[in-house]
């Protein structure tokens, strides 16, 4: 599979706790992005790279979030001190360039208890 | 404030028939334009995308339409079938600010046998 993948596709915790996510892009793809998505509304940018550089973070991306991409290959995404508020999808996708469109992986589903 | 906005939640049409899905934007910025479907528990899949410069582009049953000085765009499917049920997504981006995509907030179809 050559997609965008992402683990663990499920996590629950219990709030206070730290996760972390990790996405592997598409081969050779260089710029990485997260959004979250919450039950009803479309995906919110959250940050991106390209390569390893973070270009951009979203006024989203509280103090508790950070996200790295080590030689600019996998991403991971971690949170901590969950909060019930954290409980959402986590999607990442990549793109080769800017012109071209984002493919997405089928998301980390967070559930804060 | 929504910068993409999808004021219909949801679409029933008759399996052979047209699906119409509209988005309306108001940043005039945004120079890059995309329709994405999802499943459930799945992450969002490419259908067709179009840039500010064009006003049409078609991809077998998938036309979007982009109306610029309405900064509206549409998203035409015909003739529907029953695999096409699922959440639309439009989404924008400014390509020279990192091409990072804001969504509106989808358009659940379902396409009735």
């Known amino acids: 599979d050559t997609g965008v993948s992402q683990d663990p596709r499920h996590k629950i915790t219990k709030r206070g706790q730290n996760v972390t996510f990790r996405c592997d892009p598409i081969?050779?793809?260089?710029?990485l992005y997260w959004y979250r998505q919450t039950l009803g509304q479309g995906p919110e940018f959250l940050t991106y790279?390209?390569?390893?550089?973070?270009?951009?973070k979203s006024r989203l991306l509280s103090d508790r979030f950070s996200a790295e991409r080590p030689k600019g290959s996998f991403s991971t995404l971690e949170i901590q001190r969950t909060e019930q508020g954290d409980s959402a999808m986590y999607l990442c996708a990549s793109r080769l360039g800017v012109n071209t469109e984002a493919f997405f992986g089928q998301g980390t589903r967070l559930t804060v208890v | 404030d929504q910068q993409v906005k999808q004021n219909s939640p949801s679409l029933s049409v008759q399996e052979g028939r047209i699906s119409i899905l509209n988005c309306d934007y108001t940043?005039?910025?945004?120079?890059?334009f995309l329709w994405y479907k999802k499943y459930p528990a799945e992450g969002p899949t490419f259908l067709i995308s179009?840039?500010?410069?064009?006003d049409k582009n078609e991809d077998g049953r998938f036309t979007v339409f982009l109306n610029k000085s309405a900064k509206h765009l549409s998203l035409h499917i015909v003739p529907s079938q029953p695999g096409d049920s699922a959440v639309y997504f439009c989404a924008a981006s400014v390509i020279a600010a990192g091409n990072k995509l804001t969504f509106g907030g989808g358009t659940r179809v379902l396409v009735k046998p």
């Open positions: 790279f390209q390569n390893e550089a973070q270009l951009e």
């Open positions: 179009i840039s500010s410069i064009k």
């Open positions: 081969s050779e793809h260089n710029r």
């Open positions: 940043n005039s910025m945004f120079d890059y």
